[in-house]
């Protein structure tokens, strides 16, 4: 099967992980079981539609949780609402991805073309994945709302025991004339079915990598990441990563 290295998702600005405030939010699931997705919502001033963050603690690896978000062909299993993406390589470049959404009736389906970067911290390990809207690479798709605004990004942390944390947090401004419920109704469900998707993907033996060398092509930027199994150099090419249009 042919894949790319360009991750994600589906569905906030400046900077790592670490740059973002994390006051204000608001706890809307609090399970017991660490494995289970904790969510938080919160207000974003001047908008209707809420910000919200899904955390999961998975007995994986790092590697493993990386493997998954970067194979973005598979988004259509695991991602909230993806029904499919496209690469268009020659034209954007291997940073670029488009993703389509299912709509939410009323609300017909959405389309956006996204840009992802990866970011580790040196300190602890943690590996950022973000993605934000590009714009002016497509034109609007017939049968598709171009989603106005999109900043997201998966924090992939080394625990101590082993395990490792997944944080997803995104902001989406939906695009065309959609009532706020429905945007806030995704707000508590995409953390929760998303990471829960993610958490059954990571469980798939193909996933199951002992060294970054495995990864079949270099992650957007060839960045340098150190992995508890291993470090994937920058630069580095592994496998096929001649990807056409999902």
Request: with cysteine.
């Amino acid at each position: 099967m042919k894949r790319m290295i360009t991750p994600l998702l589906c569905l906030c600005l400046l900077l790592p992980a670490v740059a973002f405030a994390e006051s204000g939010w608001d706890q809307i699931r609090n399970p017991s079981d660490r494995s289970e997705v904790r969510t938080f919502v919160r207000s974003v001033e001047g908008s209707s539609i809420k910000q919200f963050k899904g955390i999961v603690e998975v007995p994986q690896s790092m590697l493993t949780a990386i493997a998954v978000i970067s194979d973005v062909h598979n988004f259509d299993n695991w991602v909230f609402n993806c029904q499919g993406t496209e690469i268009r390589r020659e034209e954007w470049g291997t940073d670029y991805l488009r993703i389509k959404i299912n709509g939410i009736w009323p609300a017909s389906d959405r389309d956006v073309v996204i840009r992802s970067s990866y970011h580790q911290d040196p300190d602890t390990r943690a590996i950022t994945v973000r993605s934000q809207a590009a714009e002016g690479l497509l034109e609007p798709q017939r049968g598709f709302v171009r989603i106005e605004a999109l900043d997201n990004f998966f924090v992939v942390e080394p625990l101590a025991d082993g395990w490792t944390r997944i944080t997803f947090q995104t902001f989406v401004h939906p695009g065309g004339s959609l009532p706020a419920w429905i945007a806030n109704f995704v707000a508590t469900r995409a953390p929760v079915q998303t990471l829960e998707g993610l958490r059954q993907q990571m469980a798939r033996d193909e996933y199951q990598l002992s060294s970054p060398e495995q990864l079949p092509s270099p992650l957007p930027g060839s960045p340098h990441l150190e992995f508890p199994e291993g470090t994937l150099m920058s630069g580095e090419r592994v496998g096929d990563d001649t990807a056409d249009a999902a």
